[in-house]
């Protein structure tokens, strides 16, 4: 069975940082591009961060640009979130996903994992 399994998230004031962790099982990161989104309260799902198949392109949402870093292990068979300069709209629940690409056409595969919580507050 093919799924994720995202942890690091938590409580942190503005300005703080945090690293996300989404652990893959059931297949390997090689075979896809993995995102990053994340779900606010009474707001639809959006993307934050992809990293492609080969680890050598990445893109960003411009909300998070300049602060978040994605990153993977493929020895871990994990995908991360480094996010710093964390502020208070950044809170959400932090999902991962696999596509077939980081292009904007291609869409989130099988179901969504629990995710992982994340609150900048002071």
């Known amino acids: 069975q093919r799924q994720f399994v995202e942890s690091g998230g938590g409580l942190v004031q503005p300005g703080g940082s945090l690293r996300l962790s989404c652990a893959a099982s059931?297949?390997?990161?090689?075979?896809?591009?993995i995102a990053w989104f994340r779900q606010a309260p009474g707001k639809e799902r959006e993307g934050v961060s992809c990293?492609?198949?080969?680890?050598?392109?990445?893109n960003y949402a411009d909300s998070v640009k300049g602060r978040f870093t994605i990153s993977k292990d493929n020895a871990k068979n994990t995908v991360y979130l480094q996010m710093n300069s964390l502020k208070p709209e950044d809170t959400a629940v932090y999902y991962c996903?696999?596509?077939?690409?980081?292009?904007?056409?291609?869409?989130?595969?099988?179901?969504w994992g629990q995710g992982t919580q994340v609150t900048v507050s002071s």
């Open positions: 996903a696999r596509k077939l690409g980081c292009d904007s056409s291609s869409v989130p595969l099988g179901s």
């Open positions: 990293i492609s198949r080969s680890g050598g392109s990445t």
């Open positions: 059931g297949f390997t990161l090689d075979y896809y591009a």
